[in-house]
């Protein structure tokens, strides 16, 4: 544990990339092939379940440290942080060792989860007093779920591929999957991550494990500039931006698997696509978007007929049809689909009501071969075949968008937000399938239309994480219920923020916040409404859930209005304007 303490230390200090290459490099070079397994699944992204209630870490901690409630609270409050409170509260320790990480994984703290609180408590004591007090914060970080530091899933792929003297692209498609919630690496599964090129590996079995998405570079330029930076719009496929889930589906050796981007296996929850995945050929791999898709037949039962009945005239051409499809809202707000992520039962009802399908737009595996080095339009035209061939209720073919020229292509743009979609997917007709946010094989850009957008009074401020655990940086914003002739309108709490300020600017309205609290509930200020700022946001929908009635999704600050009074900010009924059509939600 010692060993991979100072490492999280060295990264979390630095910001330097070189500086924390090198402190990885030098780790991994250096650590048991056991340790070195965990460090790169937590480094990477690996987020092990929560293994202790919050509030038994609390009590217990408290009892440990000898305090009153009211002072662990103050404590608390002071430093912003549970797991980093804890840490410098906790007594010397009295019997440290020096096992590794795998090992305090093993016997430690997996056993954990899911002990009777009495046993938890007693195994919590025994292991506090054995961590030194370098070891307290990335302990208590793993013990909490929240474990998190400044580096990137990148710089990790890279200073593997340093080690074992790979491609990093090699490394990259070894890791996919390694970080899978449940996931318990072991030494095999680290030798194997850096094994040299033409050694057996985790891809001797492929089994379900995907490939790395191909991720794409936003482009903003202005219109005019266009023809100059892109060529004709005839040397790209343009297809609509889905606001859902990108996923893979995997449909191999008998059996179907389905990841998100993140890396997560997402199966379980999306059992209408395992099946569909069941009637595709073995050795397809597909890469799409997961949405909420209502047949026309059901949209027709609630909307009129001149919204959705007109749409679907017979089409011979299945890309024309989904279109139109789309058009007559098949394709649902991200609301609807959230309803489906979080839930860890599926039910027969949430399937009828909020069923779900794969919008497809790349074909990466046929018939066991792997297409990613075809052109975009080569790989387009099998994955064409592929669903004509099997045609499948919960599996459509994402629509391409044609127009002469740049401009015609900006007008259809416009209608994105109508369709529930974020804008347009550039990709070259030539591009082949790369590994991460790469140009070197070709390139996807995503033109996305401007951000929604409201003016929102700061009401509440929480201090941050790491590097911000001694600024108040995130925080809550609100709109008025009521227009200012309403003398009884008062502000409603709808959306959180806690990206889009400068350093500086964090800084000034930290001292803001500290200047103007009216009460304190633990790390969280209840602060006097002085501070404007215009939110803005990707998709905003109706939400039972939330005081306001509405949910956004995406939100950040886009400026500080220091220009714009309080009593000028937007209100409930100007959220209001911006949902989608009752045909979309």
């Given at each position: 544990m010692k060993a991979f303490a100072a490492l999280y230390h060295a990264l979390d200090a630095s910001t330097s990339s070189n500086a924390k290459q090198a402190a990885l490099q030098a780790y991994l070079r250096a650590a048991a092939p056991q340790d070195a397994a965990w460090a790169v699944y937590f480094l990477a992204g690996g987020k092990p379940r929560q293994l202790v209630p919050t509030r038994v870490l609390r009590d217990l901690a408290r009892e440990a440290a000898a305090?009153?409630?009211?002072?662990?609270?103050?404590?608390?409050?002071?430093?912003?942080d549970l797991a980093e409170t804890i840490s410098l509260l906790l007594p010397a320790p009295t019997q440290p060792d020096d096992r590794g990480l795998a090992d305090w994984m093993a016997h430690d703290l997996l056993p954990l989860r899911g002990l009777p609180p009495d046993a938890q408590r007693a195994r919590l004591l025994a292991q506090w007093q054995r961590l030194a007090p370098g070891e307290r914060l990335p302990y208590?970080?793993?013990?909490?779920g929240a474990f998190r530091v400044g580096v990137s899933k990148l710089q990790v792929t890279q200073a593997l591929a340093a080690v074992g003297g790979l491609d990093a692209k090699t490394v990259a498609q070894r890791l996919m999957g390694y970080t899978a919630i449940?996931?318990?690496?072991?030494a095999r599964d680290y030798l194997a991550l850096i094994a040299p090129h033409d050694a057996p590996t985790l891809l001797g079995a492929r089994g379900g494990q995907p490939y790395p998405f191909f991720l794409a570079h936003p482009f903003n330029e202005p219109l005019a500039r266009f023809d100059e930076l892109l060529g004709a719009p005839a040397d790209w496929l343009i297809e609509w931006k889905w606001d859902g889930i990108r996923a893979q589906l995997v449909r191999r050796d008998g059996d179907v698997w389905l990841w998100s981007r993140g890396e997560e296996l997402i199966t379980e929850?999306?059992?209408?696509?395992?099946a569909m995945g069941h009637t595709l050929p073995e050795g397809t791999v597909i890469d799409g978007e997961i949405v909420v898709w209502k047949a026309p037949e059901t949209i027709a039962a609630s909307t009129s007929p001149s919204s959705a009945g007109a749409a679907f005239d017979a089409q011979p051409d299945p890309d024309r049809a989904d279109a139109l499809a789309v058009l007559a809202g098949c394709v649902q707000p991200f609301a609807e689909l959230q309803k489906r992520i979080g839930r860890k039962t599926v039910t027969p009802k949430l399937l009828r009501e909020q069923p779900a399908a794969l919008l497809a737009?790349?074909?990466?595996?046929?018939?066991?071969q792997d297409l990613r080095t075809l052109p975009q339009h080569q790989r387009r035209a099998r994955l064409e075949a592929l669903v004509a061939a099997h045609p499948h209720p919960a599996l459509h073919?994402?629509?391409?968008?044609?127009?002469p020229d740049w401009p015609d292509l900006a007008r259809q743009r416009d209608a994105a937000r109508r369709l529930g979609t974020e804008g347009f997917m550039l990709k070259r007709r030539d591009a082949a399938y790369g590994v991460g946010r790469t140009k070197d094989v070709g390139v996807w850009w995503k033109w996305k239309i401007d951000p929604m957008s409201v003016d929102a009074v700061l009401i509440y401020a929480q201090r941050g994480h790491g590097r911000r655990a001694s600024l108040y940086s995130d925080y809550t914003f609100a709109v008025w219920s009521g227009p200012p002739e309403d003398p009884g309108r008062t502000l409603v709490p709808f959306a959180k923020a806690y990206s889009g300020l400068t350093d500086e600017e964090m800084r000034q309205v930290d001292a803001i916040v500290r200047k103007t609290t009216r009460e304190s509930f633990g790390p969280v200020r209840s602060v006097e409404p002085t501070l404007v700022f215009e939110l803005g946001f990707e998709g905003i929908a109706r939400s039972a859930r939330h005081k306001s009635g509405i949910a956004v999704r995406f939100p950040r600050m886009l400026r500080w209005r220091v220009d714009k009074p309080v009593?000028?900010?937007?209100?409930?009924?100007?959220?209001a304007a911006l949902l989608p059509t009752p045909g979309h939600g």
């Open positions: 305090l009153p409630e009211w002072l662990f609270e103050e404590s608390y409050d002071a430093v912003g208590f970080k793993l013990i909490t449940g996931a318990q690496p072991t929850r999306f059992p209408e696509l395992q737009y790349d074909l990466l595996e046929d018939g066991g073919l994402s629509p391409h968008v044609e127009g009593d000028e900010a937007d209100t409930l009924a100007t959220l």
